[in-house]
Every structure is written in C-alpha cells, then in structure tokens.
C-alpha cells in the first residue's frame, strides 16, 4: 500500500462516464490506474449508428446533460469538454434560459449554467478516447468477485478477480459498474450487509433518434421541449451536430402506450402533437425506437452506524445513486461524486478518513439530489395512475428540497423569482446542482423573498389542465388502436 497523501494505484470498475472520469482524473493526479471493462473498446469505436450496448441499456436514449455535467467536465477534464464541442456539441448558456422579463448582464458564475446538448452515443465515445490515449492500463476482462483481506472485524478489498483467474490488486478499488454493478451483491456473499435507500420508478421510456434536416423553431423550455399530457410526457433534447432525440415517458403497466415501441405507433403519436408541428416538419427518423424498463431508484452507502463496511472501496455513478432519467440528473451526480472522491483521495488520509470524508460529502451534497429524484418520480407515478384512472391529476413534485419548517416554500421562491433576476438565479443553481452548499435554504435567502413578496402582485390563478387532443385519453387510445 502506498503512503497517505502519496498517489497510490487505483482499480476501477466500470469504464462509462463515472470509471472514465475516475481513470482520468486519477491518472492525471500520479495515480497507477487500472480500468476493468469488457465492453471498452465499443465505446472507444461505435460507429455511426446509434445501438444498444448491453452494459449500459440506457446510453442509446435520450438524455439532457444539465449544468453540473457540463460543470464538472469544464473544470476537471477541460480537454475533453472541449474535444465534445469540437464534435458538435452545442453549450446553451444561462442567458438562453432566462426569462427576457429577467435578463440583465449577468453576474459572476453565470457561465457555470450552461446546458451541453450532445447524445450520450458521442460523449462516451470522446471520453474512452481520452482514456484511450492516457496512462490508464485498460482491461477487457470480466470482474467475477473481490480480493478481500480481514483485518479485526472489517473487510480489506485488495482488488479484483477476473474470470480467468487473474487476480488485480491496488491501494483503492472503486466501483463505476453502474446500475448493474455486482459488487454490493459480493460484498452480501461475504457477510457485508449495505444499506440502501430503494425508491419505486414506473416510467418506462421510449426514444427515437431524428436527424435535424428543416429550420429549428424555439425550444419551449430554452434547452429542451417538453410536452406533458394526461397519460405520457414527451420530451426532445438537441444533440450534437443536426441530431435530436425525442422520448416518450409513460406508466410501466399502461396496456395502450405499450406500442410506442413501434415506430409506426411512436411516430404517429408524434404527429397528433399540433404544438409539436414545427419541430416535426423538421426532423427525419435516424434509428428504431429504444425501450427502456422502469429503473427503480437507488442509493447506497459504504458507512454504517459510524463505521466502514468495507476498507479500500469507494462507489461512484449509478453503483452509489442511481436515478430514473426523468430529472436528467445521471451523469451529473455521477461526475460529481468522481470528483468529490478525487479530491479526497488526491488529499490524502488514512483509509478511515477517506470513507469517512466522502460519506460525509454523500449526505450533505449527493443525497439531497437524490432524494429530490425520488420525489419526483413518486409524484409523476401519482400523476400516471391518476390519469390512467381518470382521476385529477396531482401537482408537480418541487424542483428542489427544502429543510422541514422552512420559513418559505418552494411556491414562494418560484413566484419572488419572477421578479427577482437573483432569486431566479438562486433557483435555477439550486435545481441545476450547482448549489452545494444549499444557499437556497439560507436566512437570507428567505428574507429576500418576503421583501420581494410584500410588493409582488398576486399570484396567477393555476392553469387549468386541457381535456381535449392527447389530454383526453379515448383520444389516445382510438390514435394507437391500429398499432395494438
């Protein structure tokens, strides 16, 4: 084992977004790393064609890649970032998502809210390159269980096995498997019992890539465009170069949305879309549709009742928290928790100090996030079941979290932020992640908002939800009938 506070060697898990970025990051800081992935060189060189990779069943749907993503990769692995604009990415800066009746000059830290539009299909393929052409020893091997030593009542890992009985060691192993990761399940055979938080998804998603081949009119939100209705919500991200992506988000069980995995079905739901019309006329079919099964959502944790599980592990990515895509939040919380455990392991410490550092960092920072994921999806489960039953369909889940017996909303937040350029900048950097330190849910915070509220006009009656078009669900199901 190598000194504290000196690089060590570095095993990880998994080469997608969080292992790369790990390998990289680590790679760059002195550390020997060596990255385990069977299926690495297919994100290094996949073609054109956008295709399932069974690793990750999720990187061919669509995806938003929000403001921390793009925060995290501009500051820790600038190169890349910049080799994703060279392939066509696009950066949405805060200025385009800003209400006019709000805009102004801009204020420090305002390029942080940048929105990168780019399919997952090309940024796994620039980051492997870079991890292609750096130090990393990469092996194409298959994990089959951990190196583990006891030491008193704790468990020691000291790598990897392989399938063919190679046996990998180093200073920290970390787990970037993702959602599919074993490891949890190897260190239960071991008698290492994880707490994880388990939170219900049934959303299952349909995607269809589109090449852009017409003028672009106005995306409704600034950086997407999205359309919610009674049973379904549809939802378009831009990608690189002339690509978009258009999911359908429906409840897992619903037997009439279920065709949506026929491209005569999911394009002819498109088209009954009349506010959809303009982008429609613009984009051409360019894959099959991709189904993607309800992910429920997940978080774990190495430390239990004030001590480790394990010794010489960390999780990252979707092995530590894993969400349902409806937030977009994936690859965000993925690349910031590389980077807090890079800062941690690069600062040195005993092995103690290390855990004890980044579980620290996952509850005050990471599991807020995650929590406001949950949230979400157990509302929008209401909201599906509610349509399906031809019940009232509930209010929309808060953007952000809020400590119990706050002196304000959310609500209250959102109506003093539509008069407030710096309210709204709070609120935007609290639900894009860019707020660790939870500024949102400062006293001064608060006394902003009742000064802005004492003279802001009343609040606008709620928008009443149509019944007609794809809001009526007969409607709905006499479109698709032909599909069944």
Not at 126 to 141: D, K, Q
Not at 235 to 251: E, I, P, S
Request: charged share 20%; net charge negative.
């Amino acid at each position: 084992m190598s000194e504290p506070g000196a690089a060590g060697s570095a095993l990880i898990l998994g080469g997608s977004v969080a292992g790369g970025a790990a390998a990289l990051q680590l790679s760059r800081a002195g550390w020997q790393v060596t990255l385990v992935d069977p299926e690495f060189d297919r994100m290094v060189s996949p073609g054109d064609e956008v295709v399932h990779r069974p690793g990750a069943p999720h990187s061919v749907h669509a995806h938003g890649f929000g403001s921390r993503a793009h925060f995290e990769l501009a500051r820790r692995l600038p190169d890349v970032h910049q080799t994703l604009v060279e392939a066509g990415a696009h950066q949405v800066p805060m200025s385009e998502m800003v209400p006019p009746s709000l805009y102004d000059d801009g204020r420090p830290g305002d390029s942080d809210v940048t929105v990168l539009q780019v399919r997952r299909h090309t940024f796994d393929r620039v980051l492997a390159a870079a991890v292609a052409s750096s130090p990393v020893t990469r092996l194409p091997g298959r994990a089959t269980g951990l190196v583990l030593d006891w030491e008193g009542p704790l468990p020691v890992v000291r790598g990897l096995q392989l399938s063919d009985g190679t046996v990998l060691t180093a200073d920290i192993t970390i787990d970037a498997g993702g959602r599919r990761s074993p490891v949890s399940g190897w260190l239960a055979a071991a008698g290492v019992s994880q707490p994880e938080r388990f939170d219900e998804c049934i959303a299952r998603y349909y995607t269809r890539h589109y090449r852009i081949t017409g003028p672009r009119p106005r995306l409704n939100i600034g950086f997407a465009d999205v359309h919610a209705f009674t049973c379904h919500v549809q939802l378009m991200f831009l990608g690189d170069g002339d690509t978009a992506m258009v999911a359908m988000a429906a409840h897992d069980e619903d037997p009439v949305l279920k065709v949506l995995r026929h491209s005569e079905a999911f394009d002819a739901l498109l088209a009954a879309n009349d506010a959809f019309a303009d982008w429609r006329a613009a984009l051409e079919p360019d894959s099959q549709v991709f189904c993607l099964g309800a992910f429920d959502n997940r978080a774990r944790s190495l430390v239990h009742d004030d001590r480790p599980l394990a010794l010489g592990l960390h999780q990252v990515g979707d092995s530590l928290a894993m969400t349902n895509p409806t937030r977009g939040r994936g690859v965000g919380m993925g690349l910031m928790a590389v980077g807090a455990l890079v800062d941690i392991l690069t600062a040195g410490g005993s092995a103690d100090d290390r855990s004890f550092a980044f579980e620290a960092w996952r509850a005050r920072v990471l599991l807020p996030h995650y929590r406001e994921c949950a949230l979400t999806d157990s509302i929008a489960s209401d909201q599906m079941r509610a349509g399906l039953a031809g019940r009232s369909i509930p209010s929309n889940a808060p953007q952000f979290e809020l400590p119990e017996g706050h002196p304000i909303s959310q609500a209250d937040l959102e109506r003093a932020a539509d008069h407030d350029p710096d309210l709204f900048r709070v609120l935007l950097r609290a639900t894009v992640m860019l707020d660790d330190d939870r500024h949102v849910a400062s006293p001064e915070v608060a006394a902003r908002v009742r000064d802005v509220l004492e003279t802001a006009p009343d609040p606008a009656p709620p928008r009443v939800r149509p019944t007609d078009g794809l809001h009526d669900r007969n409607t709905v199901e006499r479109l698709l009938s032909a599909f069944a």
